[in-house]
């Protein structure tokens, strides 16, 4: 099995030197960015973009809803469970 590991520094830490980063005898990427879980982190530990990208997904989720409530007639009851 193969596992991809990633280590993204935050830019309020610094660091001297070029470090070669190893578990296991495996190197780790250093990476300005990664996604866990779904979820795009930074280096600068921002989560402003991840708060927009999570907007975005549940906006276009609810839109599809609206769109599925209007075609099938539901109770109120339903709808909200």
């Known amino acids: 099995m193969s596992i ?4 993204a520094f935050l830019k309020s830490r610094k660091i001297k030197g ?3 980063w190893n578990i296991d005898n495996e190197c780790i990427d250093v990476v300005d960015s990664f996604v866990y879980l779904g979820v795009q982190f ?3 530990g921002s989560m402003k973009n991840v708060v927009k990208v999570l907007n975005e997904q549940a906006l276009k989720a609810y839109s599809h809803l609206l769109s599925i409530f209007s075609r099938v007639s539901l ?3 339903t709808k909200l469970s």
Request: hydrophobic share 40%; glycine share 0%; charged share 40%.
């Open 42 to 44: 930074y280096k600068t």
């Open 18 to 20: 070029n470090f070669i």
């Open 75 to 77: 109770d109120i009851r």
């Open 4 to 7: 991809k590991l990633k280590f």
